[in-house]
Protein backbone atom coordinates (compact mmCIF):
# COMPACT_ATOMS: atom_id res chain seq x y z
CA UNK A 1 0.00 0.00 0.00
CA UNK A 2 1.57 3.45 -1.06
CA UNK A 3 2.42 5.50 1.44
CA UNK A 4 2.61 9.38 0.99
CA UNK A 5 4.85 11.49 3.90
CA UNK A 6 3.85 15.21 3.60
CA UNK A 7 5.79 17.68 5.53
CA UNK A 8 4.14 20.66 7.55
CA UNK A 9 6.38 23.58 7.65
CA UNK A 10 3.44 25.89 8.50
CA UNK A 11 4.88 29.16 10.65
CA UNK A 12 3.05 30.02 13.86
CA UNK A 13 2.20 34.02 13.87
CA UNK A 14 -0.68 36.41 14.54
CA UNK A 15 -3.22 35.65 11.64
CA UNK A 16 -4.36 39.17 10.90
CA UNK A 17 -4.43 39.87 7.02
CA UNK A 18 -5.25 42.61 4.94
CA UNK A 19 -7.96 40.61 3.13
CA UNK A 20 -10.70 38.65 4.66
CA UNK A 21 -10.60 34.94 3.71
CA UNK A 22 -12.59 32.37 4.49
CA UNK A 23 -11.85 31.30 8.43
CA UNK A 24 -9.30 33.94 8.81
CA UNK A 25 -9.07 37.37 10.76
CA UNK A 26 -8.89 40.92 9.05
CA UNK A 27 -8.26 43.78 10.49
CA UNK A 28 -10.50 46.07 10.60
CA UNK A 29 -11.43 49.64 12.08
CA UNK A 30 -14.58 48.98 14.08
CA UNK A 31 -14.51 48.79 17.82
CA UNK A 32 -16.19 45.95 17.97
CA UNK A 33 -15.22 42.19 17.68
CA UNK A 34 -17.32 40.20 15.03
CA UNK A 35 -17.95 36.64 13.57
CA UNK A 36 -19.94 36.26 10.44
CA UNK A 37 -21.01 33.60 8.32
CA UNK A 38 -18.63 33.96 5.32
CA UNK A 39 -21.10 33.33 2.41
CA UNK A 40 -23.71 35.71 3.51
CA UNK A 41 -21.62 38.12 5.05
CA UNK A 42 -24.53 38.13 7.95
CA UNK A 43 -23.82 38.22 11.93
CA UNK A 44 -24.02 34.59 13.74
CA UNK A 45 -25.55 34.87 16.86
CA UNK A 46 -24.92 32.45 19.31
CA UNK A 47 -20.91 31.25 18.75
CA UNK A 48 -19.40 30.41 21.27
CA UNK A 49 -15.93 31.64 22.06
CA UNK A 50 -13.04 29.65 24.06
CA UNK A 51 -9.69 30.48 25.23
CA UNK A 52 -8.78 26.96 26.58
CA UNK A 53 -5.39 28.06 28.36
CA UNK A 54 -7.64 30.68 30.52
CA UNK A 55 -10.99 28.75 31.25
CA UNK A 56 -12.72 31.55 29.28
CA UNK A 57 -15.89 31.40 27.33
CA UNK A 58 -18.14 33.72 25.98
CA UNK A 59 -20.79 34.07 22.84
CA UNK A 60 -21.57 36.20 20.25
CA UNK A 61 -24.30 38.20 20.34
CA UNK A 62 -27.37 39.01 17.78
CA UNK A 63 -24.95 41.32 15.88
CA UNK A 64 -22.36 39.26 15.89
CA UNK A 65 -20.22 40.63 18.32
CA UNK A 66 -18.41 39.63 21.26
CA UNK A 67 -15.85 40.88 23.68
CA UNK A 68 -12.16 38.92 25.07
CA UNK A 69 -12.70 39.53 28.95
CA UNK A 70 -9.09 38.12 29.49
CA UNK A 71 -5.86 38.58 29.70
CA UNK A 72 -3.48 37.44 26.88
CA UNK A 73 0.14 38.16 27.23
CA UNK A 74 1.42 35.24 25.16
CA UNK A 75 0.24 33.65 21.89
CA UNK A 76 -3.15 31.45 22.47
CA UNK A 77 -5.30 29.77 20.97
CA UNK A 78 -9.15 30.96 20.36
CA UNK A 79 -11.75 28.05 19.28
CA UNK A 80 -15.17 29.06 17.93
CA UNK A 81 -17.84 26.48 17.62
CA UNK A 82 -21.70 26.98 16.48
CA UNK A 83 -23.60 24.31 15.13
CA UNK A 84 -24.07 24.06 11.48
CA UNK A 85 -20.60 25.68 10.84
CA UNK A 86 -16.86 24.38 10.43
CA UNK A 87 -15.13 24.15 13.81
CA UNK A 88 -12.38 27.24 13.96
CA UNK A 89 -9.37 27.98 15.87
CA UNK A 90 -6.56 30.48 15.77
CA UNK A 91 -3.59 31.52 17.87
CA UNK A 92 -3.97 35.10 18.68
CA UNK A 93 -0.34 37.03 19.28
CA UNK A 94 -0.43 39.41 22.68
CA UNK A 95 -0.84 42.27 20.72
CA UNK A 96 -3.86 40.60 19.15
CA UNK A 97 -5.92 43.62 20.38
CA UNK A 98 -4.81 46.16 18.56
CA UNK A 99 -7.11 45.31 16.14
CA UNK A 100 -10.45 44.05 16.05
CA UNK A 101 -11.00 40.74 15.19
CA UNK A 102 -13.39 39.72 12.11
CA UNK A 103 -13.92 36.05 11.48
CA UNK A 104 -15.30 34.68 9.30
CA UNK A 105 -17.19 31.19 9.29
CA UNK A 106 -18.27 28.64 6.88
CA UNK A 107 -21.14 26.54 7.23
CA UNK A 108 -21.07 22.91 7.04
CA UNK A 109 -21.61 20.58 4.54
CA UNK A 110 -22.98 16.41 4.41
CA UNK A 111 -19.92 15.19 4.19
CA UNK A 112 -17.81 17.63 6.28
CA UNK A 113 -16.86 15.03 9.42
CA UNK A 114 -15.85 16.88 12.68
CA UNK A 115 -13.60 14.44 14.53
CA UNK A 116 -12.83 16.66 17.62
CA UNK A 117 -13.62 20.20 19.29
CA UNK A 118 -11.83 19.65 22.71
CA UNK A 119 -8.55 20.90 23.13
CA UNK A 120 -6.30 17.37 23.83
CA UNK A 121 -2.92 17.40 25.44
CA UNK A 122 -0.79 14.50 24.70
CA UNK A 123 2.90 13.72 25.88
CA UNK A 124 3.78 12.70 29.14
CA UNK A 125 3.37 15.94 31.19
CA UNK A 126 6.93 16.62 31.73
CA UNK A 127 8.27 19.54 30.05
CA UNK A 128 10.44 22.98 29.94
CA UNK A 129 9.05 26.40 30.83
CA UNK A 130 10.82 27.09 27.04
CA UNK A 131 9.21 24.55 25.30
CA UNK A 132 6.84 26.23 22.94
CA UNK A 133 3.66 27.88 24.24
CA UNK A 134 4.44 25.80 27.70
CA UNK A 135 2.58 28.70 29.24
CA UNK A 136 -0.58 28.40 27.75
CA UNK A 137 -0.87 24.21 28.33
CA UNK A 138 -4.39 23.77 29.92
CA UNK A 139 -4.93 20.00 30.21
CA UNK A 140 -3.27 17.19 31.56
CA UNK A 141 -1.94 14.48 28.75
CA UNK A 142 -4.18 11.28 27.67
CA UNK A 143 -1.19 10.25 27.10
CA UNK A 144 1.67 9.68 23.86
CA UNK A 145 -1.48 9.66 21.44
CA UNK A 146 -4.27 10.52 20.59
CA UNK A 147 -7.28 8.25 18.15
CA UNK A 148 -10.38 8.51 16.78
CA UNK A 149 -12.77 6.40 15.12
CA UNK A 150 -14.63 7.61 12.25
CA UNK A 151 -17.22 6.42 9.37
CA UNK A 152 -16.51 7.96 5.75
CA UNK A 153 -20.15 7.32 3.32
CA UNK A 154 -20.89 8.08 -0.11
CA UNK A 155 -17.79 9.52 -1.02
CA UNK A 156 -17.01 9.33 -5.36
CA UNK A 157 -14.32 8.11 -6.58
CA UNK A 158 -13.14 11.66 -7.79
CA UNK A 159 -13.42 13.25 -5.02
CA UNK A 160 -10.37 13.86 -2.30
CA UNK A 161 -10.28 13.77 1.32
CA UNK A 162 -8.37 16.33 3.38
CA UNK A 163 -8.07 16.65 7.25
CA UNK A 164 -7.70 19.87 8.79
CA UNK A 165 -5.63 20.47 12.45
CA UNK A 166 -7.62 23.93 13.52
CA UNK A 167 -4.70 24.62 15.63
CA UNK A 168 -1.30 23.06 17.50
CA UNK A 169 1.01 24.16 20.05
CA UNK A 170 4.27 22.74 22.45
CA UNK A 171 5.94 21.28 19.17
CA UNK A 172 9.95 21.10 20.31
CA UNK A 173 11.19 20.29 16.87
CA UNK A 174 14.66 21.99 15.31
CA UNK A 175 12.15 23.71 12.62
CA UNK A 176 10.32 25.44 15.46
CA UNK A 177 13.29 26.27 17.35
CA UNK A 178 14.75 27.91 14.42
CA UNK A 179 11.44 29.76 13.75
CA UNK A 180 11.59 30.98 17.30
CA UNK A 181 8.43 29.08 18.53
CA UNK A 182 10.40 27.02 21.10
CA UNK A 183 13.54 28.29 23.28
CA UNK A 184 14.62 25.28 24.02
CA UNK A 185 18.35 25.21 23.89
CA UNK A 186 19.61 22.26 24.97
CA UNK A 187 17.17 19.70 22.92
CA UNK A 188 14.88 19.17 20.42
CA UNK A 189 12.26 16.73 19.36
CA UNK A 190 11.20 14.70 16.54
CA UNK A 191 7.82 15.51 14.70
CA UNK A 192 4.48 14.60 16.13
CA UNK A 193 3.19 12.11 13.13
CA UNK A 194 -0.59 11.93 12.13
CA UNK A 195 -1.20 8.43 10.63
CA UNK A 196 -4.97 7.61 9.03
CA UNK A 197 -5.75 3.84 9.14
CA UNK A 198 -2.32 2.75 10.11
CA UNK A 199 -0.53 5.12 7.65
CA UNK A 200 1.74 7.65 8.63
CA UNK A 201 0.77 10.46 6.33
CA UNK A 202 2.63 13.39 7.56
CA UNK A 203 4.91 14.82 10.14
CA UNK A 204 3.59 18.46 11.78
CA UNK A 205 7.05 20.25 12.10
CA UNK A 206 5.68 23.26 13.28
CA UNK A 207 3.33 25.04 15.75
CA UNK A 208 0.43 26.87 13.77
CA UNK A 209 -3.31 27.41 12.49
CA UNK A 210 -5.31 25.44 10.42
CA UNK A 211 -3.31 22.87 8.46
CA UNK A 212 -4.31 20.75 5.99
CA UNK A 213 -3.29 17.21 4.86
CA UNK A 214 -4.69 15.41 1.78
CA UNK A 215 -5.52 11.86 2.55
CA UNK A 216 -4.39 9.36 -0.25
CA UNK A 217 -6.94 7.71 -1.57
CA UNK A 218 -5.79 4.34 -1.16
CA UNK A 219 -6.26 4.16 2.36
CA UNK A 220 -9.60 5.37 2.68
CA UNK A 221 -12.69 2.73 3.23
CA UNK A 222 -15.95 4.39 2.25
CA UNK A 223 -18.93 2.60 4.29
CA UNK A 224 -16.20 1.58 7.09
CA UNK A 225 -14.57 2.25 10.31
CA UNK A 226 -11.63 4.31 9.78
CA UNK A 227 -8.93 5.74 11.93
CA UNK A 228 -7.31 9.09 12.54
CA UNK A 229 -3.88 8.98 14.96
CA UNK A 230 -1.93 11.55 16.24
CA UNK A 231 1.46 10.60 18.12
CA UNK A 232 3.70 12.86 19.88
CA UNK A 233 7.47 13.15 19.27
CA UNK A 234 10.21 12.06 20.94
CA UNK A 235 13.25 13.86 22.77
CA UNK A 236 16.01 12.87 20.74
CA UNK A 237 18.38 13.99 23.18
CA UNK A 238 17.32 11.83 26.19
CA UNK A 239 18.72 8.01 25.62
CA UNK A 240 18.21 6.78 28.99
CA UNK A 241 14.64 6.83 28.52
CA UNK A 242 11.31 7.65 26.62
CA UNK A 243 10.66 11.44 26.79
CA UNK A 244 7.68 12.91 24.87
CA UNK A 245 6.85 15.96 23.60
CA UNK A 246 3.93 17.76 25.58
CA UNK A 247 1.86 19.35 22.74
CA UNK A 248 -1.74 20.65 22.64
CA UNK A 249 -4.04 20.46 19.48
CA UNK A 250 -7.88 21.71 19.16
CA UNK A 251 -10.44 20.74 16.10
CA UNK A 252 -10.02 18.16 13.43
CA UNK A 253 -12.17 18.12 10.87
CA UNK A 254 -12.39 16.02 7.38
CA UNK A 255 -13.64 17.57 4.71
CA UNK A 256 -14.73 15.93 1.34
CA UNK A 257 -14.17 17.90 -1.96
Do not use: W
Not at 245 to 252: H, R, V
Amino acid sequence: MRKILIILLIMLSTPCFAKTITGEIAKETAETNRIYDYESNLPIEGVIIKIPSKHYKTRTDKNGAFELKTNITAPTIMALEKNGYKPYSVTLGKNYNENTLNIGIEKTTPKDIIVETDMIHIGDDSFSENSANAGEFCLHSVGAFYSKDFSIKNMKNEEELFITIGSIIGIDTIEAQRMGQSHVKTAHSSAPELFFNGNKIAEIKINGDNQKIRVPDGLIKVNQKNNITIKTGRNLYKVSSIDYDDIEFTNLLLEIK
